[in-house]
């Protein structure tokens, strides 16, 4: 089955800890991205990337670092400079071009204490 | 930058009425619109894509239609039921990046 991956579905980390979100897809889509969504606000684009080995900051990146090696996985470090990393992190992907159509992964629920 | 607002943040109804959810947008230079389902604590899952060049697109109970020109989309669900309780979110493609609104939480009462 093609599909994005996440995982693991719950986490739970120290504040001042690094903590790394997986994402892997097999659509064989070029781009990629990651979101937060907090209660009541939505979602807000953190990174994304169009290729490999490229990848641009978002609305929110500050605190947060992402690489992209490889076609198939998008990882999302948090870093211990997030002022308030406790969220739900989404990944999603699309084709290149149209027609722009995102998929998304199930879902990280971070919890920082 | 795009702005995508959704208009009610929630709507209850008793099963089997029909219903409309509203999205707006305000940049018209859009590729599509898209429509998502979440369910408390998932992902999102794609209901229905618009092409900028279409009017409206049909999935079962489900109808969505867009005019750019004004900056809305609406979607519409038929005779609607208690599985369909959900958060639904529209995105709109502009640049390179996907703006989504805030969501309309519905509760379908049985």
């Known amino acids: 089955d093609g599909g994005i991956t996440q995982s693991p579905k719950y986490l739970f980390r120290k504040e001042g800890q690094n903590v790394t979100l997986s994402c892997e897809q097999n659509?064989?889509?070029?781009?990629m991205y990651w979101y937060r969504q907090d209660p009541g606000q939505g979602l807000r684009l953190i990174y994304y990337s169009q290729i490999v080995n490229d990848f641009q900051k978002g609305d929110i990146a500050e605190g947060y670092s992402v690489s992209r090696e490889k076609k198939e996985s998008f990882p999302l470090t948090v870093t211990s400079a997030q002022k308030n990393p406790t969220a739900f992190y989404l990944c999603?992907?699309?084709?290149?071009?149209?027609?722009?159509?995102?998929?998304f992964g199930p879902g990280t629920r971070l919890t920082v204490t | 930058k795009q702005e995508v607002t959704q208009i009610p943040a929630a709507l209850s109804v008793p099963e089997g009425e029909n219903l409309v959810l509203n999205c707006s947008f305000t940049d018209s230079a859009i590729y599509n619109l898209q429509w998502f389902r979440q369910d408390p604590g998932k992902g999102l899952t794609s209901l229905l894509l618009?092409?900028?060049?279409?009017r409206e697109q049909t999935s079962g109970r489900l109808n969505a239609s867009l005019d750019k020109s004004s900056g809305r989309s609406t979607l519409y669900i038929a005779a609607s039921q208690p599985g369909d309780s959900a958060t639904y979110l529209c995105?709109?493609?502009?640049?390179?990046?996907?703006?989504f609104g805030t969501g309309t939480s519905l509760t379908v009462i049985p």
């Open positions: 995105a709109a493609p502009t640049g390179n990046q996907f703006y």
């Open positions: 618009i092409q900028s060049s279409q």
């Open positions: 659509l064989n889509h070029d781009a």
């Open positions: 999603a992907s699309s084709p290149q071009g149209f027609p722009y159509e995102q998929y």
